[in-house]
């Protein structure tokens, strides 16, 4: 078979039309893409904000506990206050302690004090406070670390009292030279 034989049977190829084809077909691609990719912006921002609302509806507090202070055991010095500001009642709470020591940026804290959560049921204007260890993740000055062999011995001694006492006042300067934060991560509605 020849060449001409071939165009006669198939017919000639305009190529000038199958390349607007393709750059039209192109075209509504890109286009489709594009509107994709706003329309997934516009819900992706709509949810940020949403989750942004629920998390500025809790309040929370967190203080290191001075020396004698009977709110919490001597164990766990760290207060923790959460308030539901919100007109809904709140199922479950996620939340995170920073701890930071005065005039530094890095965040010290470790354990418990990251991203514990608590299925306390709040209502609206009600409040749950909670005691936490602190534990910090390099010693600073002298360690903040809560020894339960010493515990267990002061107790056994009937001094537990005494190293309760003992056990705050060694870690005051520790404990006056760092600073709390409270932040909320994740609040769930009943």
Same mark, same amino acid.
């Given at each position: 078979?020849?060449?001409?034989?071939?165009?006669?049977?198939?017919? #000639?190829?305009?190529?000038?039309?199958?390349?607007?084809?393709?750059?039209?077909?192109?075209?509504?691609?890109?286009?489709?893409?594009?509107?994709?990719?706003?329309?997934?912006?516009?819900?992706?921002?709509?949810?940020?904000?949403?989750?942004?609302?629920?998390?500025?509806?809790?309040?929370?507090?967190? #203080?290191?506990?001075?020396?004698?202070?009977?709110?919490?055991?001597?164990?766990?010095?760290?207060?923790?206050?959460?308030?539901?500001?919100?007109?809904?009642?709140?199922?479950?709470?996620?939340?995170?302690?920073?701890?930071?020591?005065?005039?530094?940026?890095?965040?010290?804290?470790?354990?418990?004090?990251?991203?514990?959560?608590?299925?306390?049921?709040?209502?609206?204007?009600?409040?749950?406070?909670?005691?936490?260890?602190?534990?910090?993740?390099?010693?600073?000055?002298?360690?903040?670390?809560?020894?339960?062999?010493?515990?267990?011995?002061?107790?056994?001694?009937?001094?537990? #009292?005494?190293?309760?006492?003992?056990?705050? #006042?060694?870690?005051?300067?520790?404990?006056?030279?760092?600073?709390?934060?409270?932040?909320?991560?994740?609040?769930?509605?009943?």
């Amino acid at each position: 078979m020849k060449i001409k034989d071939i165009k006669k049977d198939i017919g #000639e190829i305009d190529l000038g039309k199958a390349g607007k084809k393709t750059t039209r077909f192109i075209k509504w691609a890109l286009l489709g893409f594009v509107l994709i990719v706003v329309l997934g912006g516009i819900v992706n921002s709509a949810l940020f904000l949403y989750e942004k609302s629920k998390l500025s509806n809790i309040k929370i507090e967190a #203080e290191i506990l001075k020396v004698g202070d009977e709110r919490c055991d001597f164990q766990k010095p760290v207060y923790v206050t959460l308030t539901n500001i919100s007109e809904k009642t709140i199922a479950e709470t996620r939340y995170d302690i920073e701890v930071h020591r005065i005039g530094y940026s890095s965040d010290i804290a470790a354990n418990e004090l990251k991203w514990p959560e608590t299925d306390k049921i709040l209502l609206p204007g009600e409040s749950a406070s909670f005691c936490l260890t602190l534990d910090l993740e390099y010693p600073y000055g002298e360690s903040y670390a809560f020894n339960p062999f010493d515990a267990k011995a002061a107790s056994i001694d009937g001094k537990l #009292e005494e190293y309760a006492q003992d056990y705050r #006042e060694r870690n005051a300067k520790t404990i006056k030279d760092l600073a709390l934060t409270g932040v909320v991560t994740s609040v769930d509605y009943k």
